[in-house]
């Protein structure tokens, strides 16, 4: 049975690992490059404000999985959370994802839900049969107006490019709907963990089993031969010293703000108009409705092409991205003593619960081949 165990990167992937293992009797050594645990999803007490902060940016926590749901309240009081998204477009402000509000508001109309419904399909591009990108998909579902007016600039801000280079995949996340429903997520089980998401981490990570080192990068020079097995959520090209190149990634960088009271009236804010350079603009005191705060923190985000000291955020995988990937996973396979799991790598884009949930379906079956192999 394997014993000792080292896990890269004390984000949700690696402390659930972490946690599940150290149950069972691994002893488990756990780094990070960071100074904190948490990886994305760390948050903090503003000094000036007091309010909980995500530093990374936003992070509502909504799954479809009623076992995820239950196993992350076991670490936490997570209070039921609805994101209401607004956008900013031509001066108007109009709520996310597209409701029947928004096309009521964007067309000067009073539509009844059927009405907008069959109106929609006249404005779709019924042309497009199998949308091949993003702005396809767009077109064939609402129009050229509405997707002009929240997804065109708002997408080449966010991604660096136009949207016809981007998968139609992408789109599948931002729904339409021919209510008045303005909640951002469609998933029964939505929240934000009452003392924050560090505190989760903490409590994942207190077995006596575990042992955290911050600060510490893993690469080529770290010695693994006193362990039977790593866990890996690092970034696959990074792991394999990019001798294949670099995958593509945006990242985003934030500029701080502080007022007093209210600053925008809303958690998120998205800028929609080519004419701002940033792509929206969070309050974090809306994230935690059940604290009063007198003073208020707020952060202006911009989106930019991931350089080599830079955060890596969100994996575009165009076709030279997915070319690259498939090298670096042929030789990852190779590695029998090493598992790559996570949102970095995988290179895939994933929610809080689908790591969670990837973590504990990994951590289950390398403890049944471990006991099988015994």
């Known amino acids: 049975m394997a014993k000792k165990i080292l896990i890269v990167g004390a ?42 902060v995500h530093k990374y940016g936003p992070h509502i926590f909504n799954t479809d999985n009623k076992e995820v749901w239950d196993y992350i ?20 402000i ?53 997707y002009k007016a929240f997804f065109y600039s708002y997408t080449k801000k966010q991604w660096g490019c136009e949207p016809s280079e981007l998968p139609a995949s992408i789109l599948k996340r931002l729904p339409i709907r021919f209510n008045y429903d303005d909640n951002y997520y469609a998933n029964p089980y939505q929240g934000i963990p009452r003392d924050g998401y560090t505190a989760i981490f903490d409590k994942l990570l207190e077995h006596e089993n575990i042992n ?39 990242t985003v960088y934030f500029e701080k703000g502080v007022a007093e009271g209210d600053y925008q009236g809303n958690a998120v804010i998205n800028y929609t108009d080519d004419s701002v350079p940033f792509t929206r603009v969070h309050e974090h005191k809306h994230f935690t409705p059940w604290e009063s705060h007198k003073k208020t923190t707020y952060f202006t985000e911009y989106s930019k092409e991931t350089e080599p000291d830079d955060v890596p955020y969100y994996p575009k995988r165009l076709p030279k ?14 590695l029998k003593k090493y598992t790559f799991v996570g949102r970095l790598a995988t290179y895939r884009y994933m929610d809080m619960h689908h790591v969670i949930n990837e973590a504990l379906d990994v951590a289950r079956a390398f403890i049944q081949s471990t006991k099988i192999n015994a």
Not at 215 to 243: M, R
Not at 321 to 334: H, P, R, S
């Open 94 to 146: 109009y709520s996310l994802p597209i409701n029947l509000h928004t096309i009521n508001q964007f067309y000067d109309k009073a539509f009844t839900p059927e009405e907008a419904r069959e109106f929609i399909k006249t404005i779709g591009d019924r042309s497009i049969v199998q949308p091949k990108n993003f702005e396809e998909q767009a077109l064939k579902f609402i129009g050229k107006d509405l």
């Open 321 to 334: 991205d997915l070319n690259v990937l498939e090298k670096y996973q042929n030789e990852a396979e190779k």
């Open 11 to 52: 984000g949700f992937s690696g402390a659930v690992i972490a946690q599940q293992l150290s149950e069972q009797g691994y002893e488990i050594d756990l780094i990070d490059e960071r100074s904190h645990i948490g990886g994305n999803c760390y948050t903090e007490r503003d000094a000036e404000t007091d309010v909980m």
């Open 73 to 92: 309240q076991k670490y936490c009081e997570m209070i039921p959370y609805v994101n209401r998204v607004k956008a900013k477009s031509n001066d108007k």
């Open 212 to 250: 955290v080192q911050l600060n510490t990068k893993y690469d080529a020079s770290y010695s693994t031969n006193e362990y039977d097995h790593v866990f890996y959520s690092g970034p696959i090209d990074a792991f394999f010293e990019y001798k294949f190149g670099r995958l593509s990634y945006r």
